[in-house]
């Protein structure tokens, strides 16, 4: 590089009228698009306030947007001013633009300024995710749990993928499974979520949960139900012919309500109840099932 | 190198003449003969005296077809004539390169086994661009499907597989798709080569290429797969006989990547002219040099997965089968420390062909060469460590994901780099806005997006959501096709006069660029909305009030394809049709291999080029500065 690393470093006077212009364009306009996301696309962001949970997401959507927008306009700026002010009037001379190779202390900032922002993002999101959990599927061993998993007794549901569509067994009511998904409201709910076939996804939009269901494994996740609302259950994983139409509805009740729901459930379910294998974490396929 | 072998023929003899003899033709007959062997005979045999428990019960015999696929290959390989040389070694004739030197000049060269790095670029374009149309097909059928939220023109089946052929064509075909044609090409060229250091495993690579191709299209006719690109085990053990066409065309692809990336290193390492150091390499070879580790590393990882799923499938293996004893995880794992190389073996491609282009369009030196450098190096050192992002909510490793968050922010560092010396390199420039100047610039707003998407992704919390929708599908479309494609027409209109020997009718060049500009973004753009509304990936039906975005990525998806077909158009015309013969260096560029005749002759160049400075000798010099100003200059990373 000694070879040829000569040019301009230090900045003229023309670099320097570049930059304060490009400064008195970003400034504003970083001002303005920060404003929009946050007053205009936040409170509209996914997943919603279903949950906790969800609205933990949203709040987290907001600061990475407010974190990207500064660089999405620097870069923009930059470009759209590159292009109009530098651009070549005159193709036919066969001008050139000065060598300059490099300025240490621009590449410095960069780095800092970047490294900065790197950081900062991924320290907020894993603290975030380590408060709560953030409704993600955490394996079997979960360490990031809601604080108030540790004083009071979590309502556990275990849930069952298969191809093409979920169930739902009540360890807390004595392990008895239901095609339907209803919760109490502002519970604190414990999904054990596992497969019997395939890999699926356990996703309800606006409860802000999502968990991969594998064969044989115990995906646990937690999500703390705000009020009464109606949620979409997807599968997120690719699961075979039907995936597309493995979705179902899901309902946040009252705690009356889904005391009243449940008791039913049971009632209706007791006599199909000793047909049902026991209560597991985990169910093992049959070895070697293959559709064909 | 040695002298011709075979005389040359006088005249030109018939056309069933150029028929017989090791060629595309010979090997496409000896591939028929290999799948009957292996399907019919071998494949049979063996499956008649095996256990066959999993196979019996769906009645599917998954031996024979993985057979007759291996076998098929070796035919095709061999009657193209890549058993010759080694059969003539053992036989004790003396090496050479005779395929090289023997074959003339015609058009009949394309068709066969050539180790002319210039011919084997330039089949490597077409037969990409080949299969790169189909895919696009493929999207466009896909699209189609999605027009309306229930089930109108295919099953969900044959939607699957369409989804399936899209993703494995455009990822295992474009991986190839700057480093095969440019690389292969121009990397020679620009270190002061004649040949890559392993010609014969050079056209090894394009042949496995097409033939892994090939194999994938014919899972039409078995029943298709419904795994997606990313083929997951316990789904694909499940599979038809269709799955077999998956496995068989991504270990071939994976095979060519490897031995790809191999001989681009060791030409590069080993085969620089003098004067040629590691400094003076244009940004072109430094980028190929780090997506060229990244293939050789990761590429056999996704053969031994592969492997692994062949063997579960037909010996009785349960790598990936839970209920005996293997793991869904694993097949994740291993495919994912593969997969996420995979991306970046893919985007450097685009930023090594942005910081090569962008100096000659400003007429600049290249701004923060070391800087740059440090780039390409630290998103390939940094890729290996990012892998379990994929992973977030599949309920492994749990404490392991702050350490993937961070690792895969990290890596928005070096890749900001990239950034950084592109918008140093026009700082104060003379911007040309010349069509591949304008695919370069694309590039920059799409890469944006496609990167800034990515830190959502990347954010666990944020990711419980994106995951697996088509916020997912839209970030990385905005890096691969938004990255690789553009920089890829990029790459066509600068250095196709060079390959091709004809110009670009520019008025239908600025066609194609804007209307893909456009449609690109008018498609992609609406897919993250869709994607945090919830809309997951793979899916054929949808909630039917998302309608009206999903009719207008459709209809904008169609404009990408008509965009595709002004680029066909403008093929055809500027080369078929009117052929205007090219100027030896229209950009006035000042890298090394516009200093070789046009149409670049067989051997390169009689003398070997001298090196002796910066690579991109733009700009105008200022006036000699005092000694102590220079220092810092350069970069400093």
């Not at chain 1, 019997?196 to 996804?201: E, F, G, K, P, R």
């Not at chain 2, 579960?312 to 209920?323: E, L, N, V, Y």
């Not at chain 2, 496609?450 to 697996?468: A, I, R």
């Not at chain 2, 690579?615 to 005092?626: D, K, L, Q, R, T």
Request: aromatic share 14%; glycine share 10%; proline share 6%.
């Amino acid at each position: 590089m000694t070879t040829f690393d000569h040019g301009a470093t230090g900045a003229t006077g023309e670099d320097r009228l570049h930059f304060r212009r490009l400064l008195m364009i970003w400034v504003p306009l970083t001002i303005a698009l920060l404003a929009i996301d946050i007053w205009v696309l936040g409170p509209i962001l996914p997943p919603g306030n279903g949950s906790v949970e969800a609205s933990g997401q949203r709040v987290d959507n907001i600061v990475l947007l407010a974190m990207a927008t500064p660089v999405m306009t620097a870069v923009l700026v930059y470009f759209s001013y590159a292009i109009i002010v530098f651009r070549e009037r005159d193709p036919a001379a066969a001008l050139e633009g000065p060598a300059i190779r490099g300025h240490a202390g621009v590449q410095l900032w960069w780095l800092v300024i970047t490294t900065g922002i790197v950081l900062a993002a991924a320290g907020y999101g894993t603290a975030r995710l380590l408060a709560d959990g953030s409704g993600g599927g955490q394996g079997p061993n979960p360490i990031a749990a809601p604080a108030q998993a540790s004083s009071d007794r979590p309502l556990q549901v275990q849930v069952i993928a298969q191809q093409w569509h979920f169930t739902f067994r009540w360890p807390s009511y004595g392990g008895f499974e239901t095609t339907d998904l209803k919760l109490p409201a502002h519970t604190l709910v414990e999904f054990h979520v596992t497969s019997l076939d395939v890999v699926h996804s356990f996703w309800a939009y606006q409860l802000g949960v999502k968990a991969d269901a594998n064969p044989g494994e115990d995906n646990v996740a937690y999500v703390t139900t705000n009020g009464p609302l109606r949620f979409n259950i997807r599968c997120a994983e690719l699961c075979g012919v039907w995936h597309g139409y493995m979705y179902q509805p899901g309902q946040v009740l009252s705690q009356s309500q889904f005391a009243s729901w449940i008791a039913q459930q049971r009632q209706q379910n007791a006599p199909s109840e000793k047909f049902l294998t026991p209560y597991a974490k985990t169910y093992f396929p049959a070895p070697g099932r293959r559709s064909g | 190198m040695s002298a011709v072998a075979v005389p040359v023929r006088a005249g030109s003899p018939p056309f069933w003449r150029h028929l017989l003899g090791f060629n595309m033709f010979t090997g496409i007959v000896l591939a028929v003969v290999g799948w009957v062997i292996g399907d019919n005979v071998v494949g049979p045999a063996i499956h008649a005296k095996s256990l066959a428990y999993y196979t019996t019960e769906a009645g599917q015999n998954d031996i024979s077809v993985l057979l007759g696929y291996l076998f098929g290959v070796a035919g095709f390989l061999i009657g193209l004539g890549f058993a010759n040389y080694p059969i003539k070694r053992m036989l004790g004739y003396p090496p050479t390169l005779a395929e090289h030197e023997s074959e003339g000049e015609g058009l009949w060269r394309y068709f066969r086994l050539c180790t002319d790095h210039k011919v084997v670029g330039i089949q490597y374009l077409v037969g990409i661009g080949v299969f790169f149309f189909v895919g696009g097909l493929n999207a466009m059928f896909i699209r189609t499907e999605l027009l309306q939220p229930n089930v109108h023109i295919w099953g969900a089946n044959q939607y699957l597989t369409l989804v399936g052929m899209h993703g494995a064509m455009m990822m295992g075909m474009m991986t190839s798709g700057v480093l095969g044609p440019f690389a292969n090409y121009l990397v020679p060229l620009m270190i002061g080569t004649r040949r890559m250091a392993y010609p014969r495993v050079e056209a090894f690579t394009f042949w496995l290429l097409m033939a892994a191709g090939v194999v994938l299209i014919t899972t039409v006719f078995f029943g298709g797969f419904q795994t997606g690109w990313t083929g997951y085990a316990t789904l694909g053990d499940q599979g038809q006989v269709g799955y077999d066409a998956y496995i068989g065309f991504f270990a071939l692809v994976g095979t060519s990547m490897t031995l790809l990336g191999f001989n681009l290193m060791a030409t590069i390492i080993t085969m620089r002219a003098p004067g040629m150091t590691w400094s003076r390499l244009p940004m072109m070879v430094w980028g190929t040099l780090a997506t060229s580790i990244l293939m050789l590393l990761a590429a056999p990882m996704l053969v031994a997965t592969l492997l692994m799923a062949a063997l579960d499938r037909t010996a009785q293996t349960a790598f990936f089968i839970p209920g005996n004893g293997g793991s869904s995880y694993l097949y994740e794992n291993l495919f994912w420390v593969f997969g996420h190389p995979e991306v970046y073996i893919v985007a450097i491609p685009g930023f090594m062909i942005v910081l090569e282009l962008l100096p000659v369009f400003a007429r600049k030196p290249l701004w923060g060469y070391r800087l740059a450098v440090a780039g390409f190096l630290g998103v390939a050192l940094l890729s290996w460590f990012v892998w379990q992002h994929h992973l977030f909510v599949s309920g492994i490793n749990a404490d392991l994901r702050p350490f993937y968050m961070l690792s895969t922010e990290l890596i928005s560092l070096p890749t900001g780099f990239t950034f950084l010396c592109a918008m140093g390199t026009l700082w104060r420039g003379r911007i040309r806005l010349e069509v591949p100047m304008l695919f370069c610039l694309a590039w920059a707003f799409n890469f944006l997006f496609g990167g800034l998407s990515g830190v959502f992704n990347s954010d666990t919390p944020s990711d419980v959501t994106t995951h697996g929708s088509f916020f997912v599908m839209a970030h990385f479309h905005y890096t691969i096709m938004g990255g690789l494609v553009f920089t890829f027409f990029a790459a066509i209109y600068y250095w196709g006069p060079k390959m091709l020997g004809f110009k670009f009718n520019e008025r239908l060049a600025k066609i194609h660029f804007w209307t893909l500009f456009i449609s690109f973004n008018s498609t992609f753009g609406p897919l993250f909305a869709l994607g945090f509304m919830g809309m997951p990936r793979r899916v054929v039906t949808y909630n039917p009030h998302w309608q009206f975005l999903n009719d207008w990525v459709s209809a904008s998806a169609y404009c990408i394809g008509l965009s595709m077909l002004v680029f066909l158009a403008n093929v055809i015309y500027s080369m078929v049709l009117k052929r205007e013969p090219v100027e030896a260096n229209p950009w006035n560029s000042k890298s090394i291999e516009w200093t070789y005749p046009t149409p670049v002759p067989v051997h390169d160049f009689d003398r070997f080029p001298v090196f002796d400075g910066d690579p991109y000798p733009y700009g105008v010099e200022p006036v000699a500065a005092p000694a102590t100003a220079a220092v810092p200059a350069g970069g400093s990373s």
